[in-house]
Structure formats: C-alpha cells, structure tokens
C-alpha cells in the first residue's frame, strides 16, 4: 500500500511488551530509495536517547492507526548500539547495528534489500543465538568503499528541496510517498505553488529523478515544466492507488515500475 512518509512521523512505535518511543524522522538512501531506518524517539524511557528502527523489524502498521508495531523487547531496543543523529550514520555503525540484531544487509545485492524486494529474512537461523552474536549476511565493504558513505538522508532534510525540471525551475519538495510493503519511496511530492500562479501538488517517481545536488538543495528532472504542470494533480486527502498511478505513468508516456521484474 503506498501512504504519506508524514504519517509515520509522529506514531508511536510498540514492541512487544511495551511502547518504545516516537517516530521523529525516517533515513533513506539516496540510490535505491529504500527507507531503511526510523530513528526513534526514547522519551523518559530512556532519557530521551534516540534509537534506530528498521523495517526488517516492522510486524504492521496500520493506516490510521498512529502506531507502528514491531517484533523486538524493550529489552533489545535498550541495549542496541548508540546513535548519534547530529553525525551521519557510518557503514559501521549500520554493520554493527545488523550484526546486534541479526538483519541481512541490504547493500551489494541486486534488489532494494539486497537479494530480495523486500525487508524480509529467516529468523530461525538466528533465534537461537544471544543479542550482539550474530553475523552480518551480505557483503562487507572493499577497501574501496569508505565505511562513511553510506548514502543515508533524512527525509525532513529533503523536504523544501526544488525541482529543476529541463527547462527551470518548477516546484519544490514537499512529501513522500512509499510503499509500506517493500519500504521504499515510490514519489515525491511536489508542490508547484510558488513557481506558477494557480499550481498544485504533484507527484515525481524517484524513478524519473535524473540527480539531486545535496549541496545546492535541488532535484533534477528530464520532464519539462509544460508537462509536470499539465500531469495529473495529487490529493493527500485521497490515498494513492493503482488507477492513479497507471494514469500518471500513462501521461507520461512510461512503463509502470509494478510491471517490471525488479521494484
């Protein structure tokens, strides 16, 4: 089901003998576009220390419902490793972070998480072993690959970013989309308001994303500004479905990514 990224922010996350904390912000990765941590908000519980979340730990979060559920203890969210949210999160601490948990890595495979679509992995074949023993399933890094770039952006930093279509500037970011399956953004939302008198809220596949300069604040697009203004409008009152997402991608003229092999 594809929903708002605003509405995990804010839900209380619960484990199973308690409540953990609050949604503050989500990490993506800037390549794949797969939503790879919540970072978590501790509160008294733990003297507002902030905690990492991710997906592979999700049972179900329902719409509506402001609560996001997971399969872990309070315990182990107590004694997983520190983060420090004003630094980026390095290669190793992610390596640390799986190893404690006993997730796959999601790096090095040739689907969003790693060798499969989605945040899933067997649990049997590491229920019998203490916290902090497990191994890290996947590739580790080269030595061509710097244990600090991870590629990990938050989305409350994306959001204002503009969108510079082939011919100027048209928009500027104001949400996300994704799929709550696959844990993935599938849009941007993209507020054109400013840039055009009488403008609307649209949405950008991050599949039609040509760069994004980090340090001048902008997403490029090979889509004209002509185009983006004629497409379709979104409603963030209406959830986004399949009817929608095939007329858009028809505008468009592209091939559904809910068509192709890989997501």
């Given at each position: 089901?594809?929903?708002?990224?605003a509405?995990?922010?804010?839900?209380?996350?619960k484990?199973?003998?308690?409540?953990?904390?609050t949604?503050?912000?989500?990490?993506?990765d800037?390549?794949?576009?797969?939503v790879?941590?919540?970072?978590?908000?501790?509160?008294?519980?733990?003297?507002?220390r902030q905690v990492l979340i991710s997906?592979?730990?999700?049972?179900?979060?329902?719409?509506?419902s402001?609560?996001?559920?997971?399969?872990?203890?309070?315990?182990?969210?107590?004694?997983?490793?520190?983060?420090?949210?004003?630094?980026?999160?390095?290669?190793?601490?992610?390596?640390?972070?799986?190893?404690?948990?006993?997730?796959?890595?999601?790096?090095?495979g040739a689907?969003?998480?790693?060798?499969?679509?989605?945040?899933?992995?067997?649990?049997?074949?590491t229920?019998?072993?203490?916290?902090?023993?497990?191994?890290?399933?996947?590739?580790?890094?080269?030595?061509?690959?710097p244990?600090?770039?991870?590629?990990?952006r938050?989305?409350?930093?994306?959001?204002?970013?503009?969108?510079e279509?082939?011919?100027?500037?048209?928009?500027?970011?104001?949400?996300?989309?994704?799929?709550?399956?696959?844990?993935?953004?599938?849009?941007?939302?993209?507020?054109?308001?400013?840039?055009?008198?009488?403008?609307?809220?649209?949405?950008?596949?991050?599949?039609?994303?040509?760069?994004?300069?980090w340090?001048g604040?902008?997403?490029?697009?090979?889509?004209?500004r002509?185009?983006?203004?004629?497409?379709?409008?979104?409603?963030?009152?209406?959830p986004?479905?399949?009817?929608?997402?095939?007329?858009?991608?028809?505008?468009?003229?592209?091939?559904?990514?809910?068509?192709?092999?890989?997501?």
């Open positions: 089901m594809l929903r708002n990224i509405f995990l922010q804010g839900s209380a996350v484990a199973s003998d308690g409540d953990v904390g949604v503050r912000q989500i990490y993506f800037d390549e794949a576009w797969g790879r941590y919540l970072v978590v908000e501790t509160g008294d519980w733990l003297r507002d997906p592979y730990a999700v049972s179900h979060s329902d719409p509506g402001s609560a996001v559920h997971v399969k872990l203890t309070r315990l182990q969210v107590r004694d997983s490793p520190n983060i420090d949210t004003h630094k980026p999160v390095s290669r190793q601490h992610e390596i640390q972070y799986l190893r404690y948990y006993g997730y796959p890595t999601y790096w090095g689907n969003i998480w790693g060798m499969g679509a989605y945040p899933a992995f067997d649990e049997s074949a229920a019998a072993l203490p916290l902090g023993a497990f191994p890290v399933v996947g590739p580790a890094p080269g030595a061509d690959d244990l600090a770039d991870t590629h990990l938050s989305t409350e930093g994306v959001k204002g970013y503009h969108i279509a082939i011919d100027g500037s048209i928009g500027h970011v104001s949400g996300f989309i994704f799929d709550d399956e696959a844990w993935v953004i599938r849009y941007l939302t993209v507020d054109t308001r400013n840039w055009w008198p009488g403008g609307k809220e649209v949405l950008l596949a991050t599949e039609w994303i040509e760069s994004i300069d340090f604040s902008s997403v490029s697009t090979m889509l004209t002509d185009a983006i203004k004629q497409s379709p409008a979104y409603d963030d009152a209406i986004v479905n399949r009817d929608y997402e095939t007329a858009l991608y028809e505008f468009y003229g592209r091939e559904g990514y809910w068509s192709k092999q890989r997501v």
